[in-house]
C-alpha cells in the first residue's frame, strides 16, 4: 500500500476540533448544527456558533455536503469513516514511522493502551489474514 502523500493529500487532513464533529457526523449519517451539537459527549460544550463555523469550514474543504433544511442546513460526510481513516494513517504510516507499518505495529503493541484481550483480537485478526492467503 502506498504510504506516501502530497503536501496536498496531508492538508486534507481534519483537525482535532473537525474530527470531533465528524465523528458524530460518521456515526449519524449527518445532522444539522444543532443536533451534532447535542450529540457531543457531556462536558464537551462549544458554542452553537463554533460548531456551526466548523461545519462551514468541513464543506469548503471538501469533508461535507450541506442542503438547506427549512431554516438548517443538515452536514454529510463525504468520505466514510474507514476511507478516511485509511488515508490519516497511511499519512500517519509515512511521517511519524518512517513508512513502516512493522514500525507501527511494534509502537502499538508495546505500548501500555492496548490491553491483554485487545492484543489477542489482534493476534487473531493477524491469524485470519495469513490463514487467507
Same mark, same amino acid.
Not at 450529540?39 to 462551514?56: F, H, I, K, Q
Not at 476511507?83 to 513508512?99: K, M, V
Not at 490491553?115 to 489477542?120: A, G, S, V, Y
Given at each position: 500500500?502506498? +504510504?506516501?502523500?502530497?503536501?496536498?493529500?496531508?492538508?486534507?487532513?481534519?483537525?482535532?476540533?473537525? *474530527?470531533? &464533529?465528524?465523528? +458524530?457526523?460518521?456515526?449519524?449519517?449527518? @445532522?444539522?448544527? %444543532?443536533?451534532? *451539537?447535542?450529540? &457531543?459527549?457531556? @462536558?464537551?460544550?462549544?458554542?452553537? =456558533? =463554533?460548531? #456551526? =463555523?466548523?461545519? %462551514?469550514?468541513?464543506?469548503?474543504?471538501?469533508?461535507? =455536503?450541506?442542503?438547506? +433544511? @427549512?431554516?438548517? /442546513? %443538515?452536514? $454529510?460526510?463525504?468520505?466514510?469513516?474507514?476511507?478516511? !481513516? #485509511?488515508?490519516?494513517? #497511511? /499519512?500517519?504510516?509515512?511521517?511519524?514511522?518512517?513508512?513502516?507499518?512493522?514500525? &507501527?505495529?511494534?509502537?502499538?503493541?508495546? #505500548?501500555?493502551?492496548?490491553?491483554?484481550?485487545?492484543?489477542?483480537?489482534? !493476534?487473531? *485478526?493477524?491469524? $485470519?489474514?495469513?490463514?487467507?492467503?
Amino acid at each position: 500500500q502506498e +504510504v506516501n502523500m502530497t503536501r496536498r493529500e496531508a492538508s486534507k487532513l481534519l483537525t482535532e476540533a473537525e *474530527l470531533e &464533529l465528524m465523528q +458524530v457526523l460518521w456515526a449519524r449519517g449527518g @445532522g444539522t448544527a %444543532r443536533e451534532v *451539537l447535542e450529540a &457531543l459527549p457531556e @462536558g464537551r460544550a462549544p458554542a452553537y =456558533t =463554533t460548531v #456551526s =463555523t466548523v461545519l %462551514r469550514i468541513l464543506e469548503s474543504k471538501g469533508f461535507v =455536503t450541506s442542503r438547506k +433544511v @427549512g431554516r438548517s /442546513h %443538515r452536514y $454529510e460526510p463525504v468520505e466514510a469513516q474507514d476511507g478516511y !481513516q #485509511s488515508r490519516a494513517l #497511511s /499519512h500517519l504510516i509515512g511521517g511519524l514511522f518512517g513508512g513502516s507499518a512493522l514500525s &507501527l505495529a511494534k509502537r502499538l503493541v508495546s #505500548s501500555e493502551a492496548i490491553d491483554d484481550d485487545e492484543l489477542r483480537a489482534l !493476534q487473531q *485478526l493477524l491469524d $485470519e489474514r495469513l490463514d487467507d492467503r
